[in-house]
């Protein structure tokens, strides 16, 4: 079974993971992201959102609304409401997934703190009309949620340095991995000190525990996605006994992980420096796949194609389409794995008060109609393509 994503891990970060510790790991991890992106600063966390939860605690904010997608991973706004603030959800534009500006600039108000910036599947953010805002109101922060889009760039700028600062996920569906792990980016001095701080007073160090059982899940994740033997992982999957490692959410709770409170272990670390090196090149191979797809789907009316957009990272290649159930099984038997990332539209979520799509007209809509397509190895791309066009002239004849 070909699987909807796959972490690019390979012997070089298991060797890397069972060297033996050294003191500086973590702050090795941190000034080559540092570099990488091109940022002063790097402060890295057990996850994303423990990040983010931080970052907005080390901005001094505090029961303020934080303005965020509306139509984005639902971890966001579980952290800013963790940090004690009011996440205030935007739709998203009609043409591609990002949220819509205009309607950030109208939901400000005196309470307004900050605004998380998202390019979500690696689509830079209109950094024009960002500025517009950060000028217009500039005791606002920026914080760029660059998840998908590690260093993605808008007409040459890249995201990242686009704020006050930027927040990475790290889990192994992102474009590089630290097995699990978050970090964040700044230029700006006296914040990352205030933030290593935080973490200090907040986060314990990773026990050993934790440390053997990230070894151990990176050891089965080395293995699990491969594709004689992720057919059984998707059994496994289907049948809900690995929830616990595959499950990120309940619709009806705005919680954090149990232990997001305890740092990222020095494995970790030593697999993000790993990682990074392999960074161009993932995310080269991934902007030659969406070329490749967008020219051989093109021509299906069925399908809504992503746009091709210089400087945007394809973490994901989504596609949308009426009836998404109808491919994913039609892949399944074909022996392939459709994901649908981001299901779901937060403000319609019950923890977050089951508000009327009407309200969110876009974000609605993509949650119902998006897949993406496996975008990670170009030698599947060919078999993806013509199961595409297969699925859609069965659904003609149906
Ligand atoms: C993955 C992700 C994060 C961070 O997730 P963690 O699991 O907390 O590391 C933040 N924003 C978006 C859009 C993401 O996809």
Not at 293 to 314: D, F, R, S, W
């Amino acid at each position: 079974m070909i699987p909807r994503f796959k972490p690019d891990i390979g012997w070089r970060e298991i060797a890397a993971a069972m060297t033996l510790p050294r003191p500086d790991d973590i702050e090795r991890f941190e000034n080559e992201f540092s570099l990488k992106m091109g940022q002063k600063h790097a402060v890295a966390f057990p996850y994303g959102r423990t990040g983010l939860m931080l970052l907005l605690e080390a901005m001094g904010l505090k029961d303020q609304e934080i303005i965020c997608p509306a139509y984005t991973c639902v971890v966001v706004p579980h952290a800013i409401v963790a940090s004690g603030n009011i996440p205030i959800f935007i739709d998203s534009q009609a043409d591609d997934y990002n949220m819509d500006l205009e309607l950030v600039r109208k939901s400000i108000n005196k309470k307004t703190g900050a605004i998380v910036a998202t390019s979500l599947f690696g689509y830079p953010i209109d950094l024009n009309e960002l500025d517009k805002i950060r000028s217009d109101y500039p005791h606002i922060k920026i914080i760029q949620d660059c998840a998908h889009s590690f260093a993605a760039e808008w007409k040459g700028r890249a995201v990242q340095k686009e704020g006050s600062a930027a927040v990475f996920g790290l889990n192994i569906s992102k474009l590089i991995t630290s097995v699990f792990g978050g970090i964040v980016t700044t230029d700006d001095h006296e914040l990352a000190l205030k933030l290593k701080e935080l973490r200090k007073k907040r986060t314990s160090p990773a026990s050993i525990r934790k440390s053997i059982k990230r070894f151990l899940y990176l050891i089965a994740v080395s293995i699990a996605f491969k594709e004689i033997i992720y057919g059984l992982v998707n059994i496994l999957e289907r049948s809900g006994l690995i929830d616990r490692f595959t499950k990120y959410y309940d619709p009806g709770k705005i919680d954090m992980p149990y232990d997001y409170l305890m740092g990222l272990s020095k494995m970790e670390a030593r697999v993000g420096i790993v990682q990074l090196k392999k960074y161009d090149n993932i995310v080269t191979r991934r902007r030659k796949i969406a070329v490749y797809y967008n020219k051989n789907l093109g021509n299906i009316h069925q399908l809504i194609l992503p746009k091709i957009v210089e400087g945007a990272t394809y973490s994901h290649y989504v596609v949308r389409v009426s009836n998404p159930n109808i491919y994913i099984i039609n892949y399944l038997r074909a022996g392939i794995q459709l994901g649908r990332l981001i299901e779901y539209n937060i403000p319609e979520m019950p923890a977050y008060g089951s508000r009327n799509q009407k309200e969110y007209p876009n974000s609605s809509r993509f949650a119902r109609t998006v897949i993406n397509l496996p975008n990670y190895s170009t030698k599947i791309t060919a078999k993806i393509a013509k199961q595409l066009v297969c699925t859609v002239e069965g659904n003609v004849v149906n």
